[in-house]
């Protein structure tokens, strides 16, 4: 049975697993379906629809800029249509772009990597990034022998899933506790970490990210984020703090009293050794240019409050 789209985007907003580029492409495919279904009044009242679904998707996951560009690239293709024909063409042409880019971006962000992995080396990592399976499988298909480090990357313990996703594949995997994979960077040869987001003040990851920074760079070893294109927040997008997880999402047997806060954590771009893009592997002043240089569409310049978007939701 198919879910409603409310209950899709809750589904979003519930998922504390999956990395960020597999949760945009279900996104996309959200808004697809929301662009080809019901008969809308007007061309205004269509993209007023699309903005309405496409903002309730960004409040779903707010830490993750895919999601935005996504949006961001769908409301600039429906731009210049004006007939109901047209605007579920524009729709279903931006989301299976969108969608091929992940893929495609996934790819080179994996051929990038393997100039940094060396035969042997020793590679801590953390949470489930699709990005990082890619590149760490892509490098084991290419001949070279890896020792993985994961953290389980608590409360949600996604880093669980990547371990046996990688294990399943082949390669020689240890599962640490957070504090032990942290402490474990020290001793590595590189560190490899995806991401949730890159601004143009630093990178939002999954908390745990910014001490296994400071760690590895105090020992002299190399630590990258993988982050395709997708994942630059356009500047001028008002970042809004990512909604508090339910307590029942990582502890179900929780007393009433008990409050789970927010699992995110921020890395300056400065404590980074580079980020690997589709264009290869970048330094901090690139990726800057390359933010600066993104058009943001005016509609999401101001990031609606609970009233706004329940005008927006209207029929």
């Not at 630093?202 to 994942?231: Q, W």
């Amino acid at each position: 049975m198919e879910l409603t789209f409310t209950q899709a985007i809750e589904s979003i907003a519930a998922d504390s697993h999956s990395g960020a580029a597999q949760i945009a492409e279900r996104a996309a495919d959200i808004l697809l379906r929301r662009a080809t279904s019901g008969e809308p009044a007007s061309p205004d009242a269509f993209r007023r629809e699309l903005l309405a679904t496409g903002w309730a998707l960004i409040h779903a996951q707010t830490a993750m800029a895919p999601l935005v560009n996504l949006v961001n690239s769908v409301l600039w293709k429906v731009e210049a249509e004006d007939t109901p024909r047209g605007l579920r063409q524009a729709v279903s042409q931006a989301t299976e772009e969108f969608k091929r880019m992940l893929a495609q971006h996934a790819l080179r962000v994996a051929e990038g990597a393997l100039g940094l992995i060396g035969e042997g080396s020793r590679i801590v990592t953390l949470s489930n990034s699709s990005t990082v399976q890619h590149a760490l499988i892509h490098a084991q298909r290419a001949g070279r022998r890896l020792e993985v480090i994961c953290a389980e990357s608590r409360p949600s313990l996604e880093g669980r899933e990547q371990a046996a996703l990688l294990m399943n594949c082949g390669l020689s995997v240890t599962l640490l506790d957070d504090a032990e994979a942290i402490a474990a960077a020290a001793h590595a040869d590189l560190v490899l970490v995806g991401a949730d987001m890159l601004t143009n003040r630093g990178l939002i990851n999954k908390i745990g990210t910014r001490p296994m920074t400071i760690v590895a760079r105090e020992a002299g070893v190399p630590f990258y984020t993988l982050c395709g294109s997708e994942k630059f927040l356009p500047p001028g997008f008002q970042l809004r703090q990512q909604p508090d997880l339910s307590v029942e999402d990582v502890w179900s047997d929780a007393s009433q009293d008990a409050g789970i806060s927010i699992f995110f954590d921020f890395t300056p771009l400065e404590a980074l050794s580079g980020i690997v893009t589709e264009q290869g592997i970048l330094p901090v002043a690139a990726v800057e240019a390359w933010l600066a240089a993104t058009k943001l569409h005016p509609a999401l310049a101001n990031y609606p409050n609970g009233e706004m978007r329940e005008q927006l939701m209207a029929p």
